[in-house]
C-alpha cells in the first residue's frame, strides 16, 4: 500500500506567515499559535513538566494513595448509579437455620447503604443488590464479601465489619492443597492448634480474623495482614509449621519499634530455617538364614505314597481302608471323651487344706501373751550365774 505525502514548500510558509500577521493587524491579539508555543517552552522544573500545569493543591506533602471517604451527602440527590448489579452465592444446609435467624438483622443492615437483600431458601442462595438510591457504587462488592463470609460459618456480628473501609477479606480454597485426605486433616488440624493456639496466636501477629472451615479459611483484615495470613497457611499445607511463621512475625514486630532500623536491612536478625531430612528408625528385617554348602543335596519330601507304603496302607483295598480310618477316629474320640471326664471330675474333688500359719503378735490374746511372758522370765531366771560365781 502506498501514501502520498505532501510537504509543503516555502513559498506557501511565507504566504501563511504573512496572512497571520493581517489578522493579527486587524484584531489587535497575538495569534492563537503562537500563545501554544509560549505554553511549550519548557518550565524551570524540567522538560518532563512543560506540559503541565500548576496546581495549588498538589504538593509534596500529600498522600495519593489515601483512601477517599464518601458520605450520603457529597452525592448528588439524582444518584450516582446507572444500572442495577447484583450478586448471588449459594449457602451449605448447615447454615440455614442460623441465616433464618439473622436475615431481618442482615437486612436492615444492607438497607443503612441502599442495599436489598433476598434470601431463597428453596434453592440455598443468598442474593444482594443495588437500587437507584445507592450512594456508594463499591459498597455492593463490599455486601458481596459479607454474605460470601456468611455461607462460610462467619458469625454476622464479625461478617459485618467488611463493610467498613478499611477492612478487607479472602477466601482461601485448600481443598486442592494436599492430594492425601489423611494428611489434608493433620496439616489442618496443625494450623488450628491445641485448643486453637496457634490460630490465635496469628491472628494477635496479623490482627486478622482466621476462621478454618471444611475447605476453605475464611480471612478478615487489613491487605498487609491478609497476605501474612494467606502465606502462613499455604506453607502450613506445603509442610512448613506455622510456628516458624509466628517467631519471625513476632521477630518483625520487635524491629519496627526501633526507629535505627527503620531503613536497614533486617535478614540478619530473621531466623532461617532449613528442611532437614530426619533420619526415621529402621524396621527390623529378619535376618536370612545362610545357606550351608553341603556336598551332598537335601533329601526331597516324601510323596503321599510313600508314607503310605510306610505305614502299610498301600496295600489294602478300599474296603479295609476305611475300616481303619473308623478305627481310628473312634479312638481319638474315646481319648478325647476319657480326657473331659478327668477333667469334670477335678470339679467335685475337695479342695486340699492350707497350712496354718504362725499367728502374728497382734493376733495373741492377752491370756497368751501373759503365758510366754512366764516362760521367757523362767529361762532367764535359770541362766542367771550365781553371786559368788562373779567375785572369782
Not at 506533602?61 to 447484583?86: A, N, R
Not at 455486601?143 to 454476622?156: E, N, W
Request: with cysteine.
Amino acid at each position: 500500500m502506498k501514501f502520498l505525502v505532501r510537504i509543503p514548500s516555502a513559498n506557501h510558509s511565507c504566504r501563511l506567515k504573512s496572512a497571520r500577521k493581517k489578522r493579527e493587524a486587524k484584531s489587535g491579539q497575538p495569534a492563537t499559535s503562537e500563545v501554544h508555543e509560549s505554553a511549550k517552552e519548557p518550565s524551570s522544573d524540567g522538560a518532563k513538566k512543560k506540559y503541565r500545569k500548576e496546581k495549588p493543591w498538589d504538593h509534596e506533602g500529600i498522600d495519593h494513595w489515601k483512601p477517599v471517604s464518601m458520605s450520603k451527602e457529597d452525592v448528588p440527590s439524582t444518584g450516582v448509579l446507572m444500572e442495577e448489579s447484583s450478586f448471588a452465592t449459594l449457602f451449605p444446609q448447615y447454615r440455614e437455620q442460623y441465616l433464618k435467624q439473622v436475615w431481618p438483622d442482615v437486612k436492615s443492615l444492607l438497607a443503612e447503604h441502599e442495599l436489598v437483600g433476598e434470601l431463597n431458601l428453596i434453592e440455598g442462595s443468598m442474593t444482594v443488590r443495588t437500587t437507584k438510591k445507592t450512594w456508594d457504587p463499591y459498597i455492593i462488592v463490599k455486601a458481596r464479601d459479607m454474605i460470601k463470609l456468611l455461607a462460610r460459618s462467619v458469625p454476622l456480628p464479625q461478617a459485618k465489619k467488611v463493610l467498613d473501609d478499611e477492612v478487607y477479606c479472602d477466601i482461601m480454597k485448600i481443598g486442592g492443597l494436599v492430594r492425601s485426605k489423611e494428611r489434608f486433616v493433620k496439616r489442618r488440624q496443625r494450623l488450628v492448634g491445641p485448643n486453637g493456639s496457634t490460630l490465635k496466636a496469628i491472628e494477635l501477629l496479623t490482627q486478622c480474623f482466621v476462621l478454618v472451615q471444611g475447605q476453605t479459611v475464611s480471612i478478615m483484615g487489613s491487605i498487609k495482614g491478609i497476605k501474612q495470613v494467606r502465606r502462613i497457611v499455604e506453607d502450613c499445607f506445603h509442610n512448613i509449621h506455622p510456628i516458624y511463621h509466628i517467631k519471625e512475625l513476632m521477630i518483625r514486630r520487635e524491629l519496627e519499634k526501633d526507629p535505627e532500623l527503620k531503613n536497614e536491612n533486617w535478614e540478619r536478625f530473621l531466623p532461617h530455617f532449613k528442611n532437614r531430612n530426619v533420619q526415621r528408625k529402621k524396621l527390623k528385617t529378619k535376618k536370612a538364614k545362610k545357606k550351608t554348602k553341603d556336598v551332598f543335596p537335601p533329601q526331597p519330601a516324601p510323596r503321599k505314597e510313600d508314607l503310605q507304603m510306610e505305614s502299610g496302607e498301600f496295600f489294602l483295598n478300599e474296603k479295609e481302608r476305611q475300616l481303619r480310618q473308623r478305627i481310628a477316629k473312634r479312638e481319638a474320640q474315646q481319648a478325647k471323651s476319657a480326657e473331659k471326664r478327668r477333667e469334670r471330675a477335678k470339679e467335685y474333688e475337695p479342695p486340699v487344706p492350707k497350712a496354718k500359719k504362725p499367728k502374728k503378735a497382734s493376733e495373741e490374746s492377752a491370756k497368751e501373751i501373759a503365758q510366754r511372758l512366764a516362760r521367757k522370765a523362767q529361762v532367764n531366771s535359770s541362766k542367771k550365774r550365781p553371786a559368788s560365781d562373779l567375785l572369782l
